[in-house]
């Protein structure tokens, strides 16, 4: 009789939290900031948008190159990635700090290779 009453017992808490679990899961997944995502294209000898701002917190740069294999790296981030032609590269990355924060293409791309850069700001917080 015992054993059959801690089974009841123990089923009505499991029960009466599952519904709380997920009641708790989709709450945190509405509170879930949005990553912001910035389109990017590259292309012989520059970066499309060549300047874009960003807030502090998630962010996925989508790369499309339309001619060569690209490089992207931002040095101050740690960051880098090969932007093979004809698909989308993603790069996602949280920054906190506010701040200009320049990137460069890595893989010798033609004569004015050393010209194709652009610079993420990253907006302080009021």
């Known amino acids: ?11 009505a808490i499991t029960l009466g939290t599952l519904p709380l679990l997920g009641a708790l899961g989709r709450h945190a997944a509405a ?18 948008p060549s300047e874009f701002r960003v807030k502090p917190g998630e962010v996925v740069l989508e790369f499309t190159s339309l001619d060569f294999v690209h ?6 981030l740690k960051l880098r990635a ?5 698909r989308v590269t993603q790069v996602r990355f949280t920054v906190a ?6 990137f460069l293409c ?3 791309c033609g004569d004015h ?3 194709m850069g652009a610079r993420m700001i990253v907006e302080a917080v009021a």
């Open 82 to 86: 090969d932007l093979p032609p004809g």
């Open 113 to 115: 290779h050393e010209e």
């Open 1 to 11: 009789m015992a054993a059959t009453r801690r089974n009841w017992i123990a089923r």
């Open 106 to 108: 890595d893989n010798f």
């Open 97 to 102: 700090a506010p701040g200009e924060y320049p």
């Open 31 to 48: 509170q879930a900031p949005t990553p912001q995502v910035v389109k990017l294209v590259a292309q012989r000898f520059r970066y499309t």
């Open 71 to 76: 490089g992207f790296n931002m040095p101050d």
